[in-house]
């Protein structure tokens, strides 16, 4: 049953998912900022879950595709517990997670909350701490002020919002500091031609990653996406080779 459906969280809130049930670990993807399971990626995660009768979830975070709610009030906090919730209610046994950008962000929490329950990661153009590097002096500050800034959006017509009650919370979960406990395998993909996530942020998180299982992979052509048929291919392989499909 892949259709779209939805999970009503404790305090109320509905995000929308979607679920394949099969063998082994399920995987998890978990969209961009602003993003949502309906993207190239997702979908080919997904579709390849079901090829290879593998359990998979995709998500929306709240007020986010199909996600009812206010995009304002949404946190990487809230996102991890309502992403949490939904596993604890749809995944038994071990949980692979998938995540694109911030969802490279929000992985790492997460998995740090699932503890043994994690079985390996896998970041496309991971963005922990973006917050911090992400912004200059002066948005911070106005940031810091209650102010929602708004930059250029290179993938649509309307101009990108930050919410200070997000960039506030965002800050608060840096990882970036000190060293990530996270010891299952990681694989890390990045293009060195993105022009929003630098690739070096995947070597400084390989480098704070407990982990003595990690691989960065950089694809010299490849933008921020990383959704041409090539890098999906990428991803794809990537995933079929963790260790726990072996």
């Given amino acids: 049953m892949t259709d779209i459906q939805f999970h009503t969280l404790p305090g109320g809130r509905r995000i929308a998912f979607r679920h394949a049930e099969g063998t082994g670990p399920t995987l998890v993807f978990l969209p961009g900022y ?6 190239s990626k997702a979908e080919a995660v997904l579709d390849w879950t079901l090829e290879a009768g593998r359990n998979c979830l995709l998500l929306d975070y709240s007020g ?26 749809k995944c038994s046994g071990p949980v692979i997670l998938v995540g694109s950008s911030m969802g490279g962000w929000l992985m790492l929490l997460i998995g740090l909350a699932l503890e043994d329950r994690l079985a390996g990661l896998v970041g496309i ?10 912004y200059s002096e002066e948005q911070k500050a106005r940031l810091e002020r209650g102010e929602t800034i708004h930059e250029p ?3 649509g017509p309307e101009p990108t919002p930050t919410h200070a009650k997000f960039w506030h919370d965002a800050q608060s979960n840096r990882l970036l500091t000190g060293e990530i406990p996270i010891t299952c395998p990681v694989r890390l ?3 060195q031609s993105d022009g929003d996530v630098p690739w070096e942020v995947s070597l400084r998180l390989a480098e704070q990653l407990r982990s003595d299982d990690i691989q960065v992979t950089l694809v010299k052509s490849a933008d ?3 959704s041409r048929d090539e890098d999906i291919a990428l991803l794809l392989g990537t995933i079929a080779r963790l260790p726990v499909f072996a």
């Fill in 34 to 39: 602003m993003s949502d399971m309906a993207g």
């Fill in 64 to 89: 986010c595709g199909s996600s009812p709610g206010d995009f304002a009030d949404g946190t990487l906090s809230l996102w991890r517990d309502d992403i949490l919730d939904l596993i604890g209610i």
């Fill in 153 to 155: 959006n290179p993938y």
């Fill in 189 to 191: 993909l990045h293009g």
């Fill in 125 to 134: 153009a991971s963005a922990p701490d973006f917050s911090d590097w992400g």
């Fill in 224 to 226: 921020h996406r990383m």
